[in-house]
């Protein structure tokens, strides 16, 4: 264990190499791509300045009125807004008008259903006042009468054994 067994390492060595490609080609290419963007760019600029010069397009829309090609999307857009909106309203206001007459039939349905009720009860059972209900009367309903001759119904007076036979 004594001291020193490794040595420092060495230092790196750097090693120029030449580039054996000839890339001038591609340099010159760039620089021709260059100048094509260049002059693009400024037939570009010219063209639109010579069309913000030009007096701009107008469209007869009616009417005697007239409006530029650059805002006649908006003109399009805004009378379909306006369409639509006077279409809304006359929807409103037909659904209003349908509900009110909704419930006006409903109303008359209604009161037809209960006068549909009182005819029939009416012919079923004759007017107010009148002879009332009738019905057929069993052979031993006359014979009991109203209960008559024993002093009522069946209480302890009617429950006398009348004969005894004994």
């Given amino acids: 264990m004594g001291g020193g067994g490794k040595a420092p390492a060495p230092a790196p060595q750097i090693i120029q190499r030449t580039n054996p490609y000839n890339d001038t080609w591609i340099r010159d290419s760039l620089a021709q791509g260059e100048s ?23 469209y007869n829309v009616g009417g005697g009125m007239q409006v530029a090609q650059q805002d006649f ?39 037809l259903a209960r006068q549909g009720e009182r005819n029939r009860i009416a012919a079923a059972y004759g007017q107010q006042g009148g002879a009332g209900v009738t019905g057929v009367q069993s052979q031993k309903r006359k014979n009991l009468g ?12 009617g429950m006398r054994i009348q004969n005894l036979n004994v």
Avoid: C, H
């Fill in 146 to 157: 109203a209960y008559s001759g024993t002093g009522g119904g069946f209480n302890r007076s």
């Fill in 36 to 58: 094509k963007y260049d002059e693009i760019s400024d037939w570009m600029n010219q063209r639109k300045t010579a069309l913000a010069n030009q007096a701009p397009t107008m």
């Fill in 73 to 111: 999307g908006q003109y399009v857009q805004g009378r379909f807004n306006q369409q639509e909106q006077a279409f809304n309203q006359r929807l409103a206001q037909l659904q209003s008008n349908t509900g009110a007459n909704r419930q006006s039939l409903l109303a008359q349905g209604e009161t």
